[in-house]
């Protein structure tokens, strides 16, 4: 079984960066597609950003293309989300999930889910 954990939350003002972690543990998860997702207070979550195994192919949502980047490092079995001029639109619960094969958007193709780490962007 493989377990995830987010860490990188925090506090900061608009126009600002934050780098999220996602640590997996349990299984090797080289061969497996990462994401991130996200969900803010009275809504539905929704896809961030998305990696291909071996970190060729990446997907992420309209609105946060050029200002988020995500990446991996199967040495540590961690996917990162670097998140620069963040806007208080951006502040939601982001989780990070894990699906064998290729990346997809749906949330529903993820099996694995971590806790969840609060992104609050003040304006």
């Known amino acids: 079984q493989v377990q995830l954990v987010e860490s990188g939350g925090g506090l900061v003002q608009a126009g600002g960066s934050l780098r999220l972690s996602c640590a997996a543990s349990g299984r090797t998860v080289s061969t497996y597609a990462m994401a991130w997702f996200r969900q803010a207070p009275g809504k539905e979550r929704e896809f961030v950003a998305a990696i291909s195994w071996s970190g060729t192919v990446t997907y992420y949502k309209d609105s946060v293309k050029g200002r988020f980047t995500i990446s991996r490092d199967n040495a540590k079995s961690t996917v990162y989300l670097q998140m620069n001029s963040l806007k208080p639109e951006d502040t939601a619960v982001y989780f990070c999930?894990?699906?064998?094969?290729?990346?997809?958007?749906?949330?529903?193709?993820?099996?694995?889910w971590g806790q969840g780490t609060q992104v609050t962007v003040s304006s």
């Open positions: 999930a894990v699906r064998y094969g290729e990346p997809r958007t749906g949330d529903r193709l993820y099996d694995k």
